[in-house]
């Protein structure tokens, strides 16, 4: 977000991220008027109060996610307790902000299942990310071996699912935080919700002062997103593979660099 009301309950609790007149950092109409483009644009004025510091240490590439990805899954954390050394988390999916999320709750010291739907991700899992545990959901045997042990769960998926069976996976007074957006209404059971007096919540990215606080927190144990680094000239053939999933797992746009390449490569040589 680049910018908000400034004058609501929930701007002035410093939780801008909930105003209802939020102005995101693309696609949105700025109160002058004029259209956010983002990483997009050639120059973005903003308002102090929605200004980030980037801490010394962590690189610009793999650190930009993070003010995305990394709030993310790092605010619900926060805020619901599930933060806390030595409790046990799972996280639906491995993906842009699920790989973000194993890093941030082992950072915690806490206990990290992954429960994904590809079988292919278990090694990256847990050779490169760390996750102690990982959980093919079509397995009912490997869920079930799970079942009632988690304190919480990072769902970050966006397909449509049920949600009896990862509800099961909690244990009483379990919390479920809806990150992803599926495009069709949830499954839910209410009788799972009940029995347990386990908890459905969502998320919406987190304040600037919570953004701060988590990118202070990255810097400090060295965590970065994981990323693939493109040129401007590389970004249809990204949206392609993005809709196929087949990024690991942010792509990263280097507009400078290859804006200035290509401006050099179309100026005319001087004469000796």
Do not use: W
Request: charge should be negative; include cysteine; charged fraction near 20%.
């Amino acid at each position: 977000m680049v910018n908000t009301c400034q004058s609501c309950e929930s701007c002035e609790e410093g939780h801008e991220n909930h105003c209802s007149k939020i102005i995101f950092a693309y696609n949105s109409h700025d109160r002058d008027g004029t259209i956010t483009y983002g990483g997009y644009s050639d120059m973005v004025v903003v308002n102090e109060r929605f200004v980030i510091r980037f801490p010394d240490g962590v690189p610009l590439d793999k650190g930009a996610p993070l003010l995305c990805a990394g709030i993310t899954v790092y605010n619900p954390m926060k805020y619901h307790g599930l933060d806390e050394p030595g409790k046990h988390i799972g996280v639906v999916g491995l993906g842009g902000l699920g790989h973000v999320a194993v890093k941030f709750a082992k950072a915690f010291g806490m206990r990290v299942t992954v429960i994904s739907t590809s079988p292919e991700k278990r090694e990256e899992a847990m050779e490169t990310l760390g996750a102690d545990a990982f959980v093919v959901s079509s397995d009912a045997n490997q869920m079930k071996a799970v079942k009632g042990t988690m304190h919480g769960i990072l769902n970050t998926a966006s397909a449509s699912m049920s949600m009896y069976a990862y509800l099961a996976l909690l244990k009483p007074q379990g919390k479920m935080i809806l990150l992803g957006l599926p495009e069709k209404p949830l499954q839910i059971s209410a009788f799972s919700l009940v029995t347990g007096g386990k908890t459905l919540a969502g998320s919406c990215m987190g304040s600037i002062r919570d953004t701060q606080e988590m990118m202070d927190f990255a810097a400090k144990h060295g965590l970065v997103a994981d990323v693939e680094l493109i040129g401007t000239e590389e970004v249809n053939e990204a949206m392609e593979r993005l809709a196929k999933g087949e990024v690991r797992y942010r792509f990263v746009i280097d507009v400078g660099n290859t804006l200035s390449a290509a401006s050099l490569a179309s100026s005319p040589v001087p004469a000796l």
